[in-house]
């Protein structure tokens, strides 16, 4: 028999089983067995698409289309091909094996080495990680945290059936918010779908690339088994835990991986907790990846940086911001504050907790001993000048290896307290290390602690002087009897020096000296109550509550909170609020001057201690709208002294100036005489009796100081008198009107009692500013005074209600009526208060600020921005109405007759001024609130402020 074509004679020998030499055999390879002694029929896609096939295996088709070429199997097999199936595989393989093999060969996801090699050119280098100030880290801080999530995933490159999908099998890792944040993973971009992830509820609503839609179609109109996956998904390829909430996504690794999402409005949960971030990205075609992305971490990605890192401001002062963004942790809390709440609020108990995140931060900064051998601050020296300073003694080797054997063992006990179960053993180790890794860290150098604690002297002493002699002294401070309580001492003064630093290392140094000597202060006085009465104890404890309670936290705000009452408590068992007897005099009469001098410091030591904690009541009651903890009939003890005394050098410096301070008539030495300032209950008492000027004479010599505690007592009554208000109901029962409106009208009646006790003390202090320079205490007590003016005639709660759109009662239609109904009732006055904060904040230095500075400006700021509702009148389009001329209320001080008529009278219309002296009217909520914030950009930048400003710009984005 002959054949004309030579495929015709295969497939003859292949139908009928026998060669050329009429011998049975195999078939050859690559054709289609015959079935039955029949014609082979076509594959699956061919039949399907009733297309001819040539019946190879694969077909000739499927092959230049790249599918999966399957063969229909007949009904009946021959005894060839049954023979054929029992050999042995060594002889031949399957049909199924050989399509297999061959199919394995042509799929695109397996790259041959040559492609490999050309990926591994295009892709990025991979860099170390690289310290801010370019320095590498130490092998020891290369490693992530938490191995189970360092550690990249293998993947097995071998070749897959066609249509699967490449699993990466990571180990369970605890939930994201319980973790410190992880390294961005390298070149995010390249590994991201360019489709949109549909299980994300919704977090991409967008298509990034275009003609996806088509694509889409394509794809699902055929079977997974007719072509390959060319991309992969990896939030489909990655194992969740069945606890895992897609929703619960830490904002870190998003932040990290420069991703920029484009959200709705937010309406549920986490959507409103995460920043915007400006337009979308679109991500190009993506390549199948050849390795798992490593997730390590090093220094570089401590990702401590401002909140608002990606849309400050070009023209921002030198901040941290530059360097990446801040905790995820710390951001997605902002909106759980239980104070500055212009925000929709989110419930405490869904805000991740950051005192585990803040010890290991720490523990990893500390260990990165180049990175601090190279720190330098990054600091205007003009920001901090200001006469008054402190001195600061150098910093002894002996003191600060002391301080570092001790601060050891209190990072060691914050993190054996917030290990997790999952971590390593009881020995101490950090959550961390492993059994090749060293726990053991290092401090600063002594210059770095130097700068922190010059940094301290120019902020905090300022405003809560504590500090005796004009210097301050840590290596005196090292040699008290407890060691331990001198050393949280210390390291609260160095983290208070950080927090006004504009760095990514001191921001970390902040908050995980916080936590670590919170948890250490609790227990030095947990195991011996004695300490309670220490005076370094209860110094060191003001620091914390100060420090945390402004920190920008939410946990550790909380927790200052908390524990304030704890500590004032302890102030006021301890029994140094009551009066002190008069020291006696040895009968001999023959005292030196120097013991005189020691004793007088010990007795003002401890005055200002407990009047520091006195005023860091007031700070924090004041901004959160509540009562002080302490009465003002609870201070019998004297007020402090003069501050030229307090910062006297040497005992004859100081007896010098006792004369001349408490000077007797009959020109008999005061020095000895044991004489001290009164008490704050008896100079109240004086305040209200009108008897501190007499006839224009001052009898009573006031210091800042003792203006600012003058304020306590007013702050407590004006808070009484406006939450009696708020109290009444604006709906009148007949029967009962009369008696309502009684109780009313005297209430408000008191409250302006109040308000002309405040107006006396500006008197006072616009007579002491006569006869003194302006300092910064001077100003941080003007600013609380406008502060607690405001206050009694505006109901603040009921404006954050406004602000948050919380009051289902608002009226829309008419909401001037409304908000002087309830928020403002003197609009004018408390314009002007509002004008004069902005004015004094704008004054002080940038790096001699009370730590609440940007909470003053955001009560301000919500003020100016009520009042645009009400300020209907089109003043800019016409001048010269009846209304008047502008009064810039932020730039003319308070006595000026032009603010004094707008208050009195009415006369004129409110403007703000910005520094190029362009005018801002009070008609427009987005560019009040944004001069707010163009202030605050001014300042230095803390996690504090930085959560303020995100707060104002959202209110004024709507």
């Not at 920043?275 to 990702?303: A, F, I, K, N, R």
């Not at 849309?311 to 963004?325: A, E, L, T």
């Not at 044991?674 to 004479?697: N, W, Y």
């Amino acid at each position: 028999m002959s054949f004309a074509r030579r495929d015709l004679l295969q497939r003859h020998y292949t139908v009928h089983g026998r060669n050329q030499n009429n011998e049975e055999g195999h078939p050859i390879q690559g054709m289609i067995p015959k079935s039955a002694g029949r014609t082979p029929i076509a594959c699956e896609h061919c039949a399907k698409t009733k297309t001819k096939c040539d019946k190879k295996f694969p077909c000739s088709r499927c092959e230049a289309r790249n599918l999966t070429c399957t063969a229909r199997p007949t009904r009946r097999q021959s005894k060839t091909v049954q023979r054929l199936n029992n050999l042995p595989n060594e002889g031949s393989r399957a049909p199924s094996e050989s399509g297999s093999s061959s199919d394995a060969q042509n799929r695109p996801e397996v790259t041959p080495p040559s492609n490999e090699s050309q990926l591994s050119d295009q892709s990025p280098p991979q860099h170390p990680s690289r310290l801010p100030d370019g320095s590498s880290p130490s092998s020891s801080e290369s490693h992530s945290r938490n191995t189970s999530v360092s550690q990249p995933a293998q993947v097995n490159m071998q070749a897959r059936p066609a249509g699967t999908i490449v699993q990466l099998a990571l180990p369970g890792s605890p939930p994201f918010f319980d973790q410190s944040p992880t390294n961005s993973l390298a070149h995010a971009p390249s590994l991201m779908s360019p489709m949109p992830v549909q299980s994300m509820n919704g977090y991409m609503t967008t298509t990034p690339v275009s003609g996806y839609d088509d694509f889409v179609r394509t794809s699902h109109d055929q079977s997974q088994h007719e072509s390959p996956q060319y991309f992969i998904n990896p939030w489909d390829t990655i194992p969740m835990n069945t606890d895992f909430d897609p929703m619960r996504i830490d904002p870190a690794l998003m932040l990290s991986m420069n991703m920029d999402l484009t959200m709705g409005p937010p309406t549920d949960g986490i959507l409103g907790m995460i920043p915007e971030m400006g337009t979308p990205q679109v991500y190009g075609p993506m390549q199948t990846p050849l390795h798992t992305p490593g997730m390590d971490e090093s220094m570089s990605d401590l990702q401590i940086g401002s909140s608002a890192a990606m849309y400050y401001p070009p023209n921002r002062h030198i901040s941290i911001v530059d360097s990446g963004p801040d905790l995820g942790a710390i951001v997605a809390a902002q909106d759980g504050w239980t104070v500055f709440r212009c925000t929709p609020p989110i419930s405490s108990s869904t805000c991740p907790r950051t005192a585990r995140l803040n010890v290991e931060r720490l523990e990893l900064s500390l260990k990165n001993t180049e990175g601090w051998g190279n720190w330098s601050p990054l600091w205007d020296e003009s920001d901090f000048q200001h006469g008054g300073q402190i001195a600061v003694a150098p910093l002894q080797e002996s003191t600060r290896d002391k301080l570092l054997a001790i601060t050891q063992s209190f990072l060691h006990k914050a993190l054996d307290i917030h290990r997790d179960g999952n971590s390593s053993s009881n020995s101490g180790e950090s959550p961390s290390s492993t059994g090749s890794r060293s726990n053991f860290i290092l401090l600063p150098p002594a210059r770095v602690l130097e700068c922190f604690l010059r940094s301290y002297a120019n902020s905090f002493e300022r405003f809560y002087p504590t500090s005796a002699r004009g210097v301050l002294d840590t290596n005196g401070l090292m040699q008290h009897n407890n060691d331990k309580a001198s050393s949280l001492l210390i390291l609260m003064m160095i983290a208070q020096g950080a927090m006004t630093i504009p760095s990514m290392e001191t921001r970390l140094l902040t908050a995980g000296f916080t936590e670590a000597c919170r948890i250490s202060l609790f227990d030095l006085v947990e195991k011996n109550i004695i300490m309670a009465s220490d005076p370094i104890v209860l110094r060191a404890a003001l620091l914390f509550t100060v420090q945390a309670a402004w920190s920008g936290d939410k946990w550790q705000m909380d927790i200052a909170m908390g524990q304030r009452g704890m500590y004032c408590s302890m102030l006021r068992h301890a029994g140094v609020l009551a009066a002190w007897p008069t020291p006696t005099q040895p009968t001999n009469g023959h005292t030196s001057t120097e013991g005189l001098w020691r004793n007088w410091i010990d007795q003002e030591s401890r005055s200002r201690l407990v009047y520091a904690w006195v005023m860091a009541d007031q700070d924090i009651s004041l901004f959160h709208d509540s009562a002080p903890i302490f009465s003002v009939t609870e201070f019998g003890v004297s007020m402090p002294d003069t501050d030229q005394l307090w910062q006297a050098r040497t005992a004859t410096e100081w007896s010098g100036m006792f004369d001349e301070v408490h000077k007797f008539s009959n020109g008999v030495s005061s020095v000895g005489s044991g004489v001290r300032p009164q008490s704050l209950k008896d100079l109240f008492r004086c305040f209200l009796d009108d008897e501190i000027v007499v006839h224009d004479v001052q009898e009573i010599h006031l210091t800042p100081m003792h203006l600012r505690l003058l304020l306590h007592p007013l702050q407590t009554l004006v808070c009484q008198f406006c939450q009696l208000l708020s109290c009444f109901s604006d709906s009148f029962v007949a029967s009962r009107s009369r008696n309502r409106a009684l109780t009313a009208a005297s209430t408000r009646v008191r409250l302006e009692e109040v308000q002309a006790l405040l107006t006396r003390w500006s008197d006072l202090a616009q007579r002491y500013l006569k006869a003194h320079p302006l300092c910064p205490m001077m100003q941080a007590n003007l600013v609380m005074f406008h502060l607690i003016s405001m206050n009694a005639v505006t109901n603040f709660p009921e404006i954050e209600r406004v602000a948050r759109r919380d009051d289902p009662e608002f009226d829309f239609q008419q909401p001037a009526s409304w908000i002087h109904k309830k928020c403002l009732s003197d609009a004018q006055e408390a314009i002007s208060h509002a004008g004069q904060i902005l004015r004094l904040i704008r004054q002080m230095p940038r790096g001699i600020r009370p730590p609440w500075w940007a909470g003053a400006v955001y009560r301000a700021a919500l003020v100016m921005w009520v009042t645009t509702f009400t300020n209907d009148r089109p003043v800019k389009n016409s001048p010269h109405s009846s209304h008047g001329s502008p009064v810039p209320v932020d730039q003319l001080p308070p006595e000026h007759q032009t603010i004094r008529r707008y208050v009195s009278r009415g006369e004129g219309f409110p403007v703000l001024t910005k520094p190029d002296g362009q005018q801002i009217l009070l008609d427009n909520g987005f560019a009040v609130l944004s001069h707010f914030v163009e202030v605050i950009d001014n300042g230095v930048p803390t996690r504090f402020s930085d959560g303020i400003r995100s707060k104002l710009d959202r209110l004024s984005r709507g």
